[in-house]
């Protein structure tokens, strides 16, 4: 029997990708890398290494930056910094100068450790790099107000080459400032997320980013940014995902969805969970119509009648719809509506989570969108209430309804 040492580098280095595909790469080097001396050796070879996790010690990086083995890396996600071990910037330049291919970088580990350097050295030693990450995700709320101040020198030199900006779970003493630096830097910018940041409610300087920033593709916001509509705002024409959702369920007008997406026509991604939608015409005007995953979560809808209208403008192109959360009655019309109007056939995630979902409103999700592979029914009064009287005949019937289908 063929022993697994015994096969040849190209077969190892396949298993190993695999393996490394669903594994960190501290798991990866302390439990495929101890196994053997020459697969220690073969764990190193830098096709494995196109990404850095940030799951290795700092030191690891430096060293695998000194040794080469980063030569094909193209993301890095730099590791935590022990306090009593930052980087000089000699140090962090050496680095940089061992990442030719550097094209992605998250910082969300080393904001608040000599940040600056990190940027500096960047910006002049990996003139390749287009996407830049930064979530707070430790929530070190009080070295992020510094982030902008430090990355406006960056972006002045590279802004050109941006092509993705992530800020996520940030505090940032003035966001105004934030949009203005990337607009007036970033003309090749596609995808920009400003989410879950900690700073007073500000508007989304609609105008001025659809005339500094024309190629983005995808757009996410939330909360406390918002979107204000002006007639002479025509929206992002390329946008393919913008996700606007509310926490504090404002009212759809204000949030003015319509000024972002009004000419967007390959829109294939909308979140607006949590609005309110108050006017007839909330969403008529928008030009899309291939939209595929559609999140209306803890909405409130007052105009049943134009919603049905609005989901049977996409009822062939959906493939997702989260509409979790929706109390209200009428979404069963809308439902039931759009379905026996032949809408819907293409779904394959549907998520009624929490909604007062009805039992004739199920059976005709489950006889007629055949193609739906997720269907979530968690804690929908209507049907705990009836099954706890029917569980035998809800069996029955659904498995009756399954039979004609499959």
Known sequence: MLNINCLPPEILLYIFRLYLQTETQHDFMHCIGKVCRNWHELC??????????????????????????????????FSNVENGNVSIPKEIRKMYENLPKLNCVNFSNVMGLRSKQFFVQLASKCPEVQEIIFNDKLHNYKICPWIIGLFKDFLRVRGTNLVSLVFSNLYLRSSIDLFSTIGNSCPNLEVLKVESYHDCTITFPTTQMQSLCPKLRVLCLGYPVTVTNHACVVGFKNLEIFRNPSKLNFLFPRCSVDAVIFESQELKELDISKCVFVKSNCLHPVNYSHLQNLNISSGIVYDIACFIEVIQKWSNSLKVLDASNMTDLSLNDMLQTVILDGGLTNLTTLNLKQTSITIPTMKLIVKNCLQLDVLNLEFCSELEEFSSKYEELIYTQLLYILKQVF
């Open 44 to 77: 190193k070879d830098p096709s494995l290494w196109q990404e850095f996790d940030g799951t290795l010690p700092f030191e690891v990086l430096k060293q695998y930056c000194d040794e080469g083995i980063l030569n094909e890396c193209k993301i890095i996600v």
